[in-house]
């Protein structure tokens, strides 16, 4: 055996993958559903579940933008500005350097 | 031919455009998942996680002062790991046959990039945006938020990472091992966040199970999907940059000269 911990290691992660596949198949029927239904973010159906059941409800948020479209709006705008800026910095760092070199090379 | 200014467009512009309405497209409704809301944990709970997670932020912003001095090239990775973190963390993912959503952490990504206190501050700093202007997570659960997704999803991601790479793992096997547990390390402490604020008279331990069996189905795809993403960016990364990456975690990337093509020579 030419790298037995390589081994171990791969063999480790397989077997945990396979568990939680499994444990997903098991569980998926027990998923709590929340007002909003199907398809509904574990924030509501898990965290706001358990704290109506212990007496405590979520606040607005101090700037609320979840009124009509506006949260929609800033939800696109906040992934605009971050898909851009991952985009401008993956060139500099990536692209631009890799360019540099090939060209001095 | 192209002039100098065409290339600018073709190089930059279109980027952008590529970016802007890719997420635009990718954005159509927004969903929570691990943040705890404004109201949630009692006031004496928001300041204890305060407390600590104040801790790692602030040796964390160090880190940064420091690091950015003596690591070029640390400022692009900056960027990249800050506004991955900020997306993938209100990036609603649904899950089949359990009919949830919810969102992968990418602080275990940030952690391998760029170490897991500076990491720490990038979630930070993402938390805060989302809370404030995203109506996602709160002000005053700021600091527990911190700590399961920034401080825990960082730790636990760079720890898996490391303790991989000294068997011999692949960079791959290794970061998605970090995507894996990070992930799931970081839902298991909102469990326990919750459940310690809220258990009143009952048992803490039964009901921190009963939540982390509510988020299993939604969140073990998920840990999965995270490991993918996270194993994918890394390998890229270091079959790109791997000097750069071999300053920031010596030991877990050997320093090796630069692999891309007509580099290193």
Redesign the interface.
Known sequence: MKNPGKIIATGIVVVVVVLAVWGWLALSQQVPEGAEGRWGGVDVTVIEKYAVDAGREAREPFINTDQGDLLLFVFALGGAVGGFVAGYYWRRLIAEKAGRRRAAG | MLNKRDHWFR??IL??L???L???F??P??????????????ASWCAIWYAIAAIFVVIGIRLIRRRTREIR?L???L??S???I??IS?F?I??P??????HPCGTPLGAILVGPFISTVLGALALL?Q?????HG??STWGANIVSMAVVGSFVGFGAFIL?R?????IF??A??AG?FGDWATYAT?SFE?ASA???GGSLWG?FG??A?????????L??LE?LFTGGVVT??YQ??PE?LSQIIPRAFKPVS?V????G?
Do not use: D, W
């Open positions: 190089a930059h980027l952008a590529v970016f802007v890719g997420l635009l990718l954005y409704t927004p969903a929570y998942a691990m943040h705890i809301a404004e109201g949630i944990l009692p090239g400022m692009p990775l960027g990249i800050g506004a991955v900020f997306l209100v609603p649904p899950v046959i359990s009919g949830s959503c919810s945006i809370a404030l202007f995203l109506a709160g002000i991989f000294r068997f011999n793992a692949s096997v290794a998605f091992a894996l909102t919750l809220l258990h009143g009901m009963a939540i069996l509510a988020f299993a189905p939604t969140q073990l795809p840990g999965i490991g890229l990364v790109r940059r750069l630069s891309v093509k007509g580099g020579r």
